[in-house]
């Protein structure tokens, strides 16, 4: 990203927050569910959402300064990414994940960022995933939302890898199970075990019941920072959204743990917010490895040329680091040696 210049751009960052919650206010008005079957005026659209049509007004005037709406003729529409991501019921909506998970949660702990980045959190404060799962509630909502916002990213992945030949996956950390039911559905000879916490393992199995997959997918309830002995014989090894939220220092037994459960050239994916090594960016990468300190302080900022040594060194080969997400998050892919 270039270097900001000018004091706009810093109001621009210092106003964000207020970008954040006319997105998350909108999401739970419906705004862009009422404005799929074509454009409103305020009135209108206050009317369909149970809001005063100055106020509909003012926050329609906002989307559109956001671009997250257009206004012609004092009639407002979805903008093509509000169309396609933010509307319930189309096939990449993640606006469950944006409001519940990001809004509800994830926006919250960030105000414990400066304590964190101090080492001063209090005792009852969240330091670890561990923590926020503890209560059922929580791994519910953040369960829910996150397996909405993963499916997106499981389609894309099952559509960039063949596993066609793959018969054992290990999930780890793997949550309710969008990773494991989109590659299962994709290749129906494989069968996935997920690495997750009780809380979230509960969920899971919901939702693993409603795809009819309980055959081919079962859960090891715990958390796989402290599993010394990983399921082996696996063909495959995932880690989606795992390591930016685990300790640094945990990271190199993770590894040596995964390279021990697969077979000889077994293939590890890991897909998580990845900066490039120049620690230039992407500027969304590097803001969420800076909320999830917020709330797992001990976690590393991961870079695609520190992932892709560590890989090696634990005896890895033919990796290979590229974006996946767009400007949001890589995937790392390498062979256990034959």
Same mark, same amino acid.
């Given at each position: 990203?270039a270097l900001?210049?000018?004091?706009?751009?810093?109001?621009?960052?210092?106003?964000?927050?207020? %970008? +954040?919650?006319?997105?998350f206010?909108?999401?739970?008005?419906?705004?862009?569910?009422?404005?799929?079957?074509?454009?409103?005026?305020?009135?209108?659209?206050?009317? $369909?959402?149970?809001?005063?049509?100055?106020?509909?007004?003012?926050?329609?005037?906002?989307?559109?300064?956001?671009?997250l709406?257009?206004?012609?003729?004092?009639?407002?529409?979805?903008?093509?990414a509000?169309?396609s991501?933010?509307?319930?019921?189309?096939?990449y909506?993640? +606006?469950?994940?944006?409001q519940?998970?990001? %809004?509800? $949660?994830?926006?919250?702990?960030?105000? $414990?960022?400066?304590?964190?980045?101090k080492?001063?959190?209090?005792?009852?404060?969240?330091?670890?995933?561990?923590?926020?799962?503890?209560?059922?509630?929580?791994?519910?909502?953040y369960?829910? +939302?996150?397996?909405?916002?993963?499916?997106?990213p499981?389609?894309?992945?099952?559509?960039?890898?063949? &596993?066609?030949n793959?018969?054992?996956?290990?999930?780890?950390?793997?949550?309710?199970?969008?990773?494991?039911?989109?590659?299962c559905?994709?290749?129906?000879?494989?069968? +996935?075990?997920?690495?997750?916490?009780?809380?979230?393992?509960?969920?899971g199995?919901?939702?693993?019941?409603?795809?009819?997959?309980?055959?081919?997918?079962r859960?090891?309830?715990?958390?796989?920072?402290g &599993?010394?002995d990983?399921?082996?014989d $696996?063909?495959?090894?995932l880690?989606?959204?795992?390591?930016?939220?685990?300790?640094?220092e945990?990271?190199?037994?993770m590894?040596?743990?995964?390279?021990?459960?697969?077979?000889?050239?077994?293939?590890?994916?890991?897909h998580?917010?990845?900066?490039?090594?120049?620690r230039?960016?992407?500027? &969304?990468?590097?803001?969420?490895?800076?909320?999830h300190t917020?709330?797992?302080?001990?976690?590393?900022? &991961?870079?695609?040329e520190?992932?892709?040594?560590?890989?090696?060194?634990?005896?890895?080969?033919?990796?290979?680091?590229?974006p996946?997400?767009?400007?949001?998050?890589?995937?790392?892919?390498?062979?256990k040696?034959?």
């Amino acid at each position: 990203m270039a270097l900001a210049t000018e004091a706009h751009e810093i109001s621009d960052i210092a106003f964000g927050f207020m %970008g +954040s919650k006319a997105l998350f206010a909108a999401i739970e008005l419906g705004i862009f569910d009422h404005l799929a079957a074509g454009a409103l005026t305020a009135e209108e659209l206050g009317e $369909q959402a149970g809001v005063h049509t100055q106020r509909a007004l003012t926050l329609l005037t906002a989307l559109a300064g956001l671009g997250l709406v257009d206004v012609s003729e004092g009639r407002f529409a979805n903008s093509p990414a509000a169309a396609s991501f933010l509307v319930k019921g189309q096939r990449y909506d993640f +606006s469950d994940y944006l409001q519940l998970q990001v %809004g509800q $949660q994830m926006y919250g702990l960030m105000d $414990q960022l400066v304590p964190a980045l101090k080492d001063e959190l209090p005792e009852d404060a969240v330091g670890s995933y561990a923590d926020w799962f503890s209560d059922p509630e929580e791994a519910r909502l953040y369960s829910d +939302s996150q397996h909405a916002g993963s499916l997106g990213p499981a389609r894309a992945l099952a559509r960039r890898v063949d &596993l066609g030949n793959a018969r054992r996956m290990l999930d780890v950390g793997g949550g309710t199970g969008a990773f494991s039911i989109t590659f299962c559905r994709t290749f129906p000879n494989l069968q +996935s075990t997920i690495v997750d916490f009780p809380n979230v393992a509960a969920v899971g199995r919901e939702k693993i019941a409603e795809a009819r997959l309980e055959e081919r997918i079962r859960y090891v309830e715990a958390d796989a920072t402290g &599993l010394p002995d990983w399921p082996d014989d $696996q063909d495959v090894v995932l880690m989606s959204y795992l390591l930016s939220g685990v300790p640094g220092e945990d990271h190199a037994a993770m590894f040596a743990a995964a390279e021990r459960a697969l077979k000889p050239g077994g293939r590890i994916f890991v897909h998580d917010f990845i900066v490039e090594g120049s620690r230039r960016g992407p500027h &969304l990468t590097a803001l969420w490895q800076l909320q999830h300190t917020a709330f797992t302080p001990r976690a590393a900022s &991961l870079d695609a040329e520190g992932l892709a040594d560590r890989l090696e060194k634990t005896g890895f080969t033919e990796v290979e680091v590229a974006p996946m997400i767009p400007e949001m998050t890589m995937l790392a892919e390498a062979r256990k040696a034959a």
